[in-house]
């Protein structure tokens, strides 16, 4: 069974920076697809960021250029690194992952192309 654990998140001002990370066990790591998703108080949940098993990197629109996704698959973690944090990007960040037979990720920013996820981690950017 498949458990996602994140962390790293906390309390920073605008500017700054924060890294998560999500730890990965119970399965074959390197088969599994990875994405980030946030949810904002009162807001929907949606998508950050994601990483393929072959470690293609795919962002939405308010991630490009102050997000990066990378992923350790000897560590079995998957980082984001977030730079230029902004008081929107106040939310609950969530891991989650799906096992793949292909090397691409058809449908990185879909919730129900993921299987297990995380309990998620609070971020919060004051302005």
């Known amino acids: 069974q498949v458990q996602l654990v994140e962390s790293g998140g906390g309390l920073v001002q605008a500017g700054g920076s924060l890294r998560l990370s999500c730890t990965f066990s119970g399965g074959q790591f390197s088969r599994y697809n990875v994405g980030w998703f946030r949810q904002a108080p009162g807001k929907e949940r949606e998508f950050v960021s994601a990483?393929?098993?072959?470690?293609?990197?795919y962002y939405a629109d308010s991630a490009k250029g102050r997000f990066t996704i990378s992923r350790d698959n000897t560590k079995k973690m998957v980082y984001l690194q977030m730079d230029s944090l902004k008081p929107e990007d106040t939310a609950v960040y969530f891991c989650?992952?799906?096992?793949?037979?292909?090397?691409?990720?058809?449908?990185?920013?879909?919730?129900?192309?993921?299987?297990?996820w995380g309990q998620g981690t609070q971020v919060t950017v004051s302005s």
């Open positions: 990483i393929s098993r072959s470690a293609n990197t």
């Open positions: 989650a992952a799906v096992s793949t037979i292909i090397t691409g990720f058809l449908r990185p920013a879909s919730e129900d192309a993921y299987s297990s």
